[in-house]
Nanobody, 120 residues
Framework: QVQLVESGGGLVQPGGSLRLSCAAS????????MGWYRQAPGSARELVAA???????NYADSVKGRFTISRDNAKNTVYLRMSDLKFEDTAVYYC??????????????WGQGTQVVVSS
């Protein structure tokens, strides 16, 4: 099994910054894609950003130029640096990891979510 531990959420004013972290542990031989999703009240969960093992990134249009995703493969950790935060960035942010154990099948794991509130 794989466990994800997220941290870094909180309350921030518009224009402020936060950095989210997500550390993966457990039966991990290889991690392909690591990503962040978010879900605002009354809305569907949406992809915010994702990064592959070779560093290729993908961002939602709404966060391009403001958010930066990165990963430390040695630590099995993914980060999301969020800058110039807006009210509409308020949501629960979920870490998502596609991994496999040695000789195992690929599977997807979700974090427990961390709340980000942008408010003045």
């Amino acid at each position: 099994q794989v466990q994800l531990v997220e941290s870094g959420g909180g309350l921030v004013q518009p224009g402020g910054s936060l950095r989210l972290s997500c550390a993966a542990s457990g039966s991990i031989f290889q991690i392909a894609v690591m990503g962040w999703y978010r879900q605002a009240p009354g809305s569907a969960r949406e992809l915010v950003a994702a990064i592959t093992s070779d560093g290729t990134t993908n961002y939602a249009d709404s966060v391009k130029g403001r958010f930066t995703i990165s990963r430390d493969n040695a630590k099995n950790t993914v980060y999301l640096r969020m800058s110039d935060l807006k009210f509409e960035d308020t949501a629960v942010y979920y870490c998502n990891v596609h991994s496999r154990a040695l000789l195992g099948a690929w599977h997807e794991t979700w974090g427990q979510g961390t709340q980000v509130v942008v408010s003045s």
